[in-house]
């Protein structure tokens, strides 16, 4: 049930489909001390609050408003032109068709130019591999959103186990959502038939809520929704778990688990693995804090007693565990990060000696692991390029996978741990900033990781010419003396003359990692796009590409846990210092200048350059701040905001405010300082962070006479900002053709 599992076939359990983080000047002040705290917090003046209400006629015609002005400065042929180019390569069929193998069939889903909304289907293997598949398609989304009058966007689909019906794939629960938010609708749905099976005729119907649903058999489910008052957390997620029988009501079905009102969220799932059936739950209480249950026969929760820190994975007969914190357990340390198994049996009935899988050091990390029947894969980073171990249950020795791949993304995950034959075969996936994606497929040895060589099985297509560019590394120095690297993409033969057009990206929070990987849009939009310099004589034939940049600033998890904790809380700050660090090694290095340096974030990474743009904004030249939190005195009244308290701090504690407000943009802006151009972009749809927090941000910097505030808002999409490929196109070339227009200068 561990989210570092890549597998998701049935029988196979993963947390929380809900546990995404919140999906793209002076140093800040250290927090500050008062001699005695407050008994609460002063609740800052807020003329803004009528835009919370996201769907009220007043806020929406403010919205309006702003998505007339942003679309008249930015909607001009040349962003036509990014536009289309972007859509052409999100809507190329000659993309990797990924698939997901159970029992004999590959199933895939699929957007292009013909199926915007996309198409689930399936396949077989020798088809599959061939240079034309030939495919069956399940369910068109498109041709249904129009019968049923409602634009559904994908958001699943969890297959029942073929012993639990006539022994063929044959049910599915098809997740959907109206909008692209986090709240989804689940539907039976008949494989064989192709079509949904009708609540008149049995089918389970789970109305539209943030819900998770698994299969316990042909005729039982194990859900957790929304059933009516008590039924949710305070973060919006459910917090009870019912075991419904077909033709039953969920809200009439009995409550099998549940958690209290403050944590995040109640789930529970069936594990089918033959010989290890057992129904598993967890109690999500934050981000990085939860508790693992097994079931026992007369289904009492029984917990795996670990600290709540420890993240545990359970698979067969084997139990590992993962601490976020220092582990003290049976008279030794274990530091965060480190991999430990244990047999679960063993474990849950005294006996907790544990085995050491992995060990991290300050260069490499753990990022997730898959079993196979026999073997275990761990998925590590050493300096932010990709490495593969292959460990043996059981005697738990361990031996590199491959070559590791300088500057390059490799995944290695099981294709069916379950195949009687080929449980042991692993899809490994490489790719890089220059290089397409390439699948292979190869068969890892019992007791040797050489097995079979990876076979080439799909290469990606070149979606732009790559040849006159490299990829380079290198470490920025924070205030704190931590060195901090990044990765820089640009022309080979660079002009150290600061006149470059730079994009600088980051994300820094919930342990998430930026690795190298590759995007055509990236790639056509700014990479090979070029710009004649002018000057006082009037334009200059130079021509200069963009350069992209990704800094790996400490909240992510690039150097595991510690990495991560580094800047939690009241250590915020380290991750904007780390940011405007990598920012101002580029302008010392004479890659780019202030005025040439844009930078770019969603969700986190919102928050980040909302805090790039009001506590370093002598950095920049350009800011597109997307789907962002952005008021940190009132994200916990928003959306999912209480579920991200273990990140950032919780405001309503008067001490806790204290150093929150030291990063909430917000109530950091001032009127009459300077800042550069920046552009708000959000979703109406957008129930994990919510719209609300940049039409208030951007309203208020115009009220204060800001005039180089933009804003745009999309009204389906959820937290993604975009619900099919031509949405996504156009909120890319609306923040590409922003930033890239103010670093050349060409803005208004």
């Given at each position: 049930m561990s989210a570092h599992s890549q597998d998701q076939q049935p029988g196979h359990l993963t947390q929380p489909s809900h546990l995404t983080q919140p999906g793209h000047g002076s140093q800040p002040s250290p927090p500050i001390q008062s001699g005695q705290p407050n008994t609460e917090p002063c609740?800052?003046?807020?003329?803004?609050?009528?835009?919370?209400?996201?769907?009220?006629?007043?806020?929406?015609?403010?919205?309006?408003?702003?998505?007339?002005?942003?679309?008249?400065?930015?909607?001009?042929?040349?962003?036509?032109?990014?536009?289309?180019?972007?859509?052409?390569?999100?809507?190329?069929?000659?993309?990797?068709?990924?698939?997901?193998?159970?029992?004999?069939?590959?199933?895939?889903?699929?957007?292009?130019?013909?199926?915007?909304?996309?198409?689930?289907?399936?396949?077989?293997?020798?088809?599959?591999?061939?240079?034309?598949?030939?495919?069956?398609?399940?369910?068109?989304?498109?041709?249904?959103?129009?019968?049923?009058?409602?634009?559904?966007?994908?958001?699943?689909?969890?297959?029942?186990?073929?012993?639990?019906?006539?022994?063929?794939?044959?049910?599915?629960?098809?997740?959907?959502?109206?909008?692209?938010?986090?709240?989804?609708?689940?539907?039976?749905?008949?494989?064989v038939d192709r079509a949904f099976v009708a609540p008149q005729d049995g089918g389970f119907d789970l109305p539209v809520a943030k819900t998770s649903a698994s299969w316990v058999d042909a005729d039982t489910l194990l859900v957790a929704t929304e059933t009516g008052p008590g039924s949710l957390t305070a973060s919006s997620y459910p917090a009870q778990v019912r075991q419904v029988t077909r033709g039953s009501s969920v809200e009439e079905s009995p409550v099998v688990f549940d958690v209290p009102h403050h944590h995040i969220q109640a789930w529970a799932g069936r594990d089918h693995t033959p010989g290890f059936e057992r129904t598993l739950a967890l109690?999500?209480?934050?981000?990085?804090?939860?508790?693992?249950?097994?079931?026992?026969?007369?289904?009492?929760?029984?917990?795996?007693?670990?600290?709540?820190?420890?993240?545990?994975?359970?698979?067969?007969?084997?139990?590992?565990?993962?601490?976020?914190?220092?582990?003290?357990?049976?008279?030794?340390?274990?530091?965060?990060?480190?991999?430990?198994?244990?047999?679960?049996?063993?474990?849950?009935?005294?006996?907790?000696?544990?085995?050491?899988?992995?060990?991290?050091?300050?260069?490499?990390?753990?990022?997730?692991?898959?079993?196979?029947?026999?073997?275990?894969?761990?998925?590590?980073?050493?300096?932010?390029?990709?490495?593969?171990?292959?460990?043996?249950?059981?005697?738990?020795?361990?031996?590199?996978?491959?070559?590791?791949?300088?500057?390059?993304s490799t995944s290695v995950w099981a294709v069916d741990d379950e195949d009687p034959e080929h449980g042991n075969d692993v899809w490994v996936s490489t790719s890089g900033f220059l290089s397409p994606t390439t699948v292979m497929r190869a068969t890892l040895s019992v007791g040797s990781a050489e097995g079979s060589q990876p076979r080439v099985l799909k290469q990606a297509p070149s979606f732009f010419d790559a040849h006159s560019l490299s990829v380079q590394q290198h470490w920025a120095t924070s205030a704190d003396g931590t060195r901090v690297p990044y990765y820089q993409v640009g022309p080979r033969d660079l002009v150290l003359d600061g006149r470059n057009p730079v994009l600088l990206s980051g994300y820094g929070g919930f342990e998430v990692s930026r690795t190298p990987a590759y995007s055509g849009v990236t790639g056509r939009s700014w990479l090979t796009r070029t710009f004649t310099n002018n000057n006082d004589d009037g334009p200059v034939a130079t021509h200069r590409t963009g350069i992209y940049v990704v800094a790996n600033i400490r909240g992510g998890g690039e150097f595991g846990p510690q990495w991560h904790r580094a800047a939690l809380q009241?250590?915020?700050?380290?991750?904007?210092?780390?940011?405007?660090?990598?920012?101002?090694?580029?302008?010392?290095?004479?890659?780019?200048?202030?005025?040439?340096?844009?930078?770019?974030?969603?969700?986190?990474?919102?928050?980040?350059?909302?805090?790039?743009?009001?506590?370093?904004?002598?950095?920049?030249?350009?800011?597109?701040?997307g789907v962002p939190l952005l008021d940190m005195r009132r994200y916990t009244k928003l959306s999912a905001g209480t579920s991200w308290i273990a990140e950032y701090g919780d405001p309503e504690d008067p001490a806790q405010w204290e150093f929150i407000r030291t990063f909430s943009p917000y109530h950091l802006v001032e009127a009459g300082a300077d800042y550069p151009p920046v552009l708000f972009w959000t979703a109406t749809s957008d129930d994990r962070v919510g719209p609300v927090q940049a039409r208030k941000m951007a309203a208020l910097m115009q009220e204060q006479g800001h005039r180089n505030v933009w804003f745009h808002e999309t009204l389906?999409?959820?937290?993604?900002?975009?619900?099919?490929?031509?949405?996504?196109?156009?909120?890319?070339?609306?923040?590409?053709?922003?930033?890239?227009?103010?670093?050349?200068?060409?803005?208004?």
């Amino acid at each position: 049930m561990s989210a570092h599992s890549q597998d998701q076939q049935p029988g196979h359990l993963t947390q929380p489909s809900h546990l995404t983080q919140p999906g793209h000047g002076s140093q800040p002040s250290p927090p500050i001390q008062s001699g005695q705290p407050n008994t609460e917090p002063c609740e800052p003046q807020d003329n803004f609050l009528w835009l919370e209400a996201i769907h009220d006629s007043r806020a929406m015609d403010w919205v309006h408003d702003q998505n007339i002005r942003t679309e008249d400065l930015l909607v001009t042929p040349a962003l036509e032109k990014l536009e289309a180019d972007a859509l052409e390569v999100m809507d190329s069929t000659d993309k990797i068709p990924m698939v997901s193998k159970q029992g004999e069939f590959y199933y895939n889903f699929w957007r292009d130019a013909d199926h915007p909304r996309g198409i689930f289907r399936r396949t077989t293997w020798d088809s599959w591999i061939s240079d034309d598949p030939q495919w069956d398609v399940l369910l068109d989304l498109d041709e249904l959103s129009a019968r049923e009058g409602t634009p559904w966007v994908w958001a699943g689909s969890r297959l029942l186990r073929p012993q639990y019906t006539d022994g063929h794939w044959r049910r599915a629960l098809i997740s959907m959502t109206p909008d692209g938010g986090d709240a989804r609708r689940v539907r039976e749905f008949d494989l064989v038939d192709r079509a949904f099976v009708a609540p008149q005729d049995g089918g389970f119907d789970l109305p539209v809520a943030k819900t998770s649903a698994s299969w316990v058999d042909a005729d039982t489910l194990l859900v957790a929704t929304e059933t009516g008052p008590g039924s949710l957390t305070a973060s919006s997620y459910p917090a009870q778990v019912r075991q419904v029988t077909r033709g039953s009501s969920v809200e009439e079905s009995p409550v099998v688990f549940d958690v209290p009102h403050h944590h995040i969220q109640a789930w529970a799932g069936r594990d089918h693995t033959p010989g290890f059936e057992r129904t598993l739950a967890l109690d999500v209480i934050d981000f990085f804090r939860s508790v693992t249950y097994v079931l026992d026969p007369e289904g009492t929760p029984v917990p795996v007693r670990v600290p709540e820190s420890v993240e545990v994975d359970i698979h067969k007969q084997w139990v590992l565990f993962r601490p976020q914190e220092p582990w003290q357990h049976n008279g030794q340390t274990h530091a965060p990060g480190t991999l430990l198994a244990a047999e679960l049996e063993a474990f849950q009935n005294g006996n907790t000696d544990l085995e050491v899988v992995f060990e991290p050091d300050p260069h490499t990390s753990l990022q997730g692991w898959s079993w196979t029947a026999d073997r275990l894969i761990l998925r590590l980073l050493h300096n932010v390029s990709s490495a593969t171990r292959v460990v043996t249950p059981g005697t738990w020795s361990t031996e590199d996978f491959g070559t590791q791949l300088q500057h390059q993304s490799t995944s290695v995950w099981a294709v069916d741990d379950e195949d009687p034959e080929h449980g042991n075969d692993v899809w490994v996936s490489t790719s890089g900033f220059l290089s397409p994606t390439t699948v292979m497929r190869a068969t890892l040895s019992v007791g040797s990781a050489e097995g079979s060589q990876p076979r080439v099985l799909k290469q990606a297509p070149s979606f732009f010419d790559a040849h006159s560019l490299s990829v380079q590394q290198h470490w920025a120095t924070s205030a704190d003396g931590t060195r901090v690297p990044y990765y820089q993409v640009g022309p080979r033969d660079l002009v150290l003359d600061g006149r470059n057009p730079v994009l600088l990206s980051g994300y820094g929070g919930f342990e998430v990692s930026r690795t190298p990987a590759y995007s055509g849009v990236t790639g056509r939009s700014w990479l090979t796009r070029t710009f004649t310099n002018n000057n006082d004589d009037g334009p200059v034939a130079t021509h200069r590409t963009g350069i992209y940049v990704v800094a790996n600033i400490r909240g992510g998890g690039e150097f595991g846990p510690q990495w991560h904790r580094a800047a939690l809380q009241d250590k915020r700050h380290r991750a904007y210092e780390d940011f405007a660090a990598v920012a101002q090694d580029l302008h010392d290095r004479g890659v780019s200048t202030p005025a040439s340096l844009a930078c770019s974030g969603g969700s986190n990474g919102g928050l980040l350059v909302g805090n790039m743009l009001v506590s370093h904004p002598d950095l920049f030249g350009a800011i597109s701040c997307g789907v962002p939190l952005l008021d940190m005195r009132r994200y916990t009244k928003l959306s999912a905001g209480t579920s991200w308290i273990a990140e950032y701090g919780d405001p309503e504690d008067p001490a806790q405010w204290e150093f929150i407000r030291t990063f909430s943009p917000y109530h950091l802006v001032e009127a009459g300082a300077d800042y550069p151009p920046v552009l708000f972009w959000t979703a109406t749809s957008d129930d994990r962070v919510g719209p609300v927090q940049a039409r208030k941000m951007a309203a208020l910097m115009q009220e204060q006479g800001h005039r180089n505030v933009w804003f745009h808002e999309t009204l389906e999409g959820g937290h993604a900002g975009a619900g099919d490929n031509k949405q996504a196109a156009r909120s890319h070339a609306l923040s590409t053709e922003f930033l890239w227009r103010a670093v050349t200068g060409t803005l208004v």
